[in-house]
């Protein structure tokens, strides 16, 4: 698909938020008459703002150029085993309402999930919304979505979301790689890596071709990776690499040698205190956490060096509620002891936007299908 000069302006304009004049100019390769022209016609569509910078250029104060505020609304939903978070943005990515759904065991399954997701829509304002994009723990394939932790099977999100805002663009894309697309925009990279560890662990491989053109994002389901042991776990196989590296491996050492999997990941609201003690241990206890993390951070590390070698991306970032900055070093020296390599990883922990990174992939697909 030839993508028109309009729509590359509006492209920029989202995933930078704004830019000035001179800057969009260079990007398009366009001259200054053309731009005007192109400037001239989104604005009077009202699709972007342009505004006089306080930076004066050649005698004149530089034009600062934007997506319109006003015009713009977005939103990105991340559903996860504990809530349904909302964002709505405006145009330039500011917050403009939040809301949360918190989720307990029994709201688990297609029914419930889709009764509270239609709830958590129909409490955002109704405002025109061009985008929304979804982010789920769980596997997505084209517009169906299963997860065992969220005990979904087949579940079609597109329909709950089209019925509240029947004008939208919609997009279903799984955390990791809602992770991935925040980390290559505010940060940028061209092949990225991105491990979220925690209870799960999940891992998405995102490879970016610019931003006229989808990147190649490959999720990769290393929290059910073959590990080894003769545990059962939750997906139904045996011996997954959650089963014996992962937050409820550590806890299954720390306290509860008798727990198993199923009923943890059934059961989790129940564990929290413990969950904080454990990921907090190794400010205060420092030996005693690199004892109970010791396993678990020698399956990341042989798995990790493995992935790195294939997939040589140039950049890794670890994220989720189980890492912490000693966890992140800790597993950076284990994969030098055992591979040899030399991997620079980026600590993210939780300052992730879930729902920025969804909101943005919906926002891309509305601009790529609008008519322009
Ligand atoms: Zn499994």
Known sequence: MKLSNLKKILLNLAFRKSLYRNELGKELKVSPSTLTYLLNKLSSLKLIEIKSSETISMGRPKQIISLNPEKWNIIGIRIGREFINSTLFNGIFDVKEKISIRLTSSDMGNKRIGELLKQNLEKISKVPVNAVGLAFSGKVSFDTVNSHILKLENFNPKEIVKSVFPDSTVTILNDVEAIATEEF?????????????????????????????????????????????NEKCYCGRTGCFETVASDYAVLKKYKYRNLDIVHFILHQEDFEKDLEEIRHMYKYYRRKAEILYEETLNHLSVFLGNIVRLLEPDKVVICGEGTSPWFTQSLQKKIYAVSGLTLGIVHRGLENNIEYGSALDALREHILFTDL
Do not use: M, P, W
């Not at 940060?187 to 990147?215: D, P, R």
């Open 185 to 229: 925009v505010l940060h940028g990279g061209q092949k990225i890596l991105v491990i979220n560890y925690g209870t799960g662990i999940g891992a998405c491989f995102y490879e970016s071709h610019g931003i006229y053109q989808k990147s190649e994002r490959k999720v990769i389901d290393l929290g059910h990776f073959y590990a080894g042991g």
